[in-house]
């Protein structure tokens, strides 16, 4: 197509559509307003994850600080909750530091996504975009070939960073949405219940120093179902920390892609797309 269009009525009136329409579409902004709602609302998203697994960490804290106490029949048990709680809480603490890296990335794809559609973008793009189309008709014009190249260039530029804001969320809403919600359900359901037993599941102390035989069975076997009673809370906690560590993996590979892999897979692709269109561009010779 470059070179042709002294020739090629047809391929100037297809650029000079082309231009048009997308200075429009810059202008009245239908595709920046979708790009930034979605965007606004992987950014609430993300910190609604924040303020949850922040909830979570405290939760833990409380629970780690604590004992659970045992005296049956006069001999003393002391399992501290913590121990099975602590590598939760060391992914707990690391995952924090990636939700607000997360945080941080969707909030600058936010900012350049709104930044690209202010009113003074749009009147120089316009400029341009004018220019462009006066040097693809003008065949006198000198440095057209530079006019219209810098008039395709700057609507690249203005859609890039909107395209791969929006393109992302669609992407996100289409793959990654549900498993996010689903492991913030499973977060939220263990610090519900965590919170609930305060990390303390104790029960009553038993002893007296003289007893009958009877009362002496009678605390032996409450000494007994004491026991099992904590173990099955124990299972329970332990069981809950792993369902919560699943959970934050899943969120750990949702944010990795949502705020890395996507945005630079999708800035590879844009950028290659543009390299194409550029050397498609009429040189006006």
């Known amino acids: 197509m470059s070179g042709a269009l002294k020739s090629s009525r047809g391929a100037r009136l297809a650029w000079s559509a082309g231009l048009l329409v997308l200075l429009a579409v810059a202008i009245f902004g239908p595709v920046d307003r979708y790009a930034t709602q979605l965007a606004d609302g ?13 909830s979570l960490n405290g939760v833990i804290s409380v629970a780690q600080g604590t004992e659970i ?11 501290s909750a913590g121990e099975i ?32 559609s202010t009113l003074w973008i749009s009147i120089a793009l316009a400029i341009l975009v004018g220019l462009a189309l006066l040097a693809l008709w003008s065949e006198r014009l000198p440095g057209r070939t530079t006019l219209i190249k810098l008039g395709v260039a700057s ?4 859609f890039l960073f909107v395209g791969v804001t929006l393109l992302g969320a669609l992407l996100n809403q289409a793959f990654l949405s549900e498993r996010q919600e689903q492991a913030l359900h499973t977060i939220n359901t263990v610090t519900m219940s965590l919170k609930e037993e305060d990390g303390t599941p104790q ?6 120093p003289e007893v009958g035989l009877i009362e002496s069975l009678d605390n032996f076997f409450t000494g007994q179902r004491q026991k099992l009673d904590i173990q099955a809370r124990l299972d329970a906690m332990a069981s809950q920390a792993e369902q919560a560590i699943a959970a934050l993996i899943n969120l750990i590979v949702v944010f990795v892609m ?9 800035l590879w692709l844009a950028l290659h797309l543009f390299k194409l269109l550029w050397r498609a561009t009429p040189n006006g010779h």
């Open 69 to 79: 106490a045992v005296q049956p029949v006069g001999v003393g048990l002391t399992i």
């Open 42 to 54: 992987l950014f609430s998203k993300a910190l609604t994850t924040y303020a949850i697994t922040r």
């Open 258 to 266: 949502q705020t890395i892999v996507l945005p630079l897979g999708l």
């Open 85 to 116: 709680l602590d590598p939760l809480n060391d992914l707990v603490e690391r995952f924090s530091v990636l939700v607000l890296a997360a945080c941080a990335s969707l909030g600058v794809q936010l900012l350049l996504t709104e930044m690209f």
């Open 155 to 158: 609507l690249g530029v203005r």
């Open 203 to 208: 029960l009553p102390t038993a002893p007296a």
